[in-house]
């Protein structure tokens, strides 16, 4: 049997960007693509993975990378830059947006329904920051782990479609280069206020650990303001149950 030679679908640069794209280089494998950016020293530049033997996600939990069938790649940019996570949610929402619902999860997941079809992780390292991405894009349930199958998704999984992964990449490119643009022109307080509202969070009554509390706002890095019944409470990024809507 002949070895699989996989081939680079995607392109080398983008024409119509600033700063993201400007150059991408392609892996057909790599432990992570956060790791090469960091090394990276270019500003804007792009690495994208087939697969990636040691993707990270949260709370170095692993990112399940199926070659050929998803979008995981990251962004090399000179920091800091506050409110990347926010805006790279907010333009990774938009750009899926004209094929599929894509809603923002409090703080980074990416889902349609009730399952997550991408993630985000920033990660910084002396000046410069690693914005990482992931977009399970033509997976089946199959593709994913055992232990994924009751909560992760993919494009195709909510639209019954087959996508164009070179179309849906640049697309995310653009989006993500303009929001670059924006906070880089001082837009933080509008982008964040664009993001919490797309997280609908505030008025949710939610529970982590022994904390229960209404959410009253989210603050400028992102983090939930409870009201609980021994007062206010400040929960950071991460995982929460939301136990009612008032």
């Known amino acids: 049997m002949s070895e699989t030679v996989l081939m680079n679908p995607f392109p080398e640069a983008l ?4 700063v993201v794209g400007k150059k991408i280089s392609w892996y057909p494998e790599t432990v992570s693509t956060n790791t090469l950016a960091l090394e990276s020293g ?3 530049a792009v690495f994208v993975a087939e697969y990636q033997t040691a993707g990270r996600g949260r709370h170095g939990r692993r990112w399940h990378s199926a070659p050929g069938l ?3 790649f990251s962004v090399a940019l000179w920091g800091p830059l506050r409110g990347v996570t926010f805006g790279a949610a907010l333009a990774a929402r938009d ?3 004209s094929g599929c619902a894509v809603a923002i999860r409090w703080p980074n997941d990416l889902c ?8 985000i992780l920033v990660e910084q390292r002396e000046g410069l920051l690693a914005l990482g991405i992931g977009i399970n894009v033509n997976q089946h349930m199959d593709d ?4 994924l199958r ?3 998704g993919s494009l195709r999984m909510a639209t019954g ?4 992964r070179r179309e849906t990449f640049c697309q995310l490119l653009m989006h993500l280069d303009a929001v670059v643009q924006r906070l880089r022109t001082g837009e933080f307080d509008a982008i964040h206020a664009e993001w919490t509202d797309a997280c609908n969070m505030i008025g949710k009554r939610v529970r982590r650990g022994a904390t229960t509390g209404k959410v009253t706002a989210v603050d400028m890095e992102g983090a939930l303001l409870l009201q609980t019944a021994t007062g206010m409470k400040r929960v950071g990024c991460g995982d929460v149950t939301i136990s009612d809507i008032e």
């Open 15 to 18: 024409v119509d960007v600033r």
């Open 42 to 44: 270019v500003d804007g």
């Open 70 to 72: 998803g979008l995981y």
């Open 95 to 97: 750009a899926l947006s």
């Open 112 to 119: 349609c329904g009730q399952r997550k079809i991408g993630g």
């Open 144 to 147: 994913f782990p055992s232990c």
């Open 150 to 152: 009751h909560r992760a």
């Open 161 to 164: 479609v087959v996508w164009d």
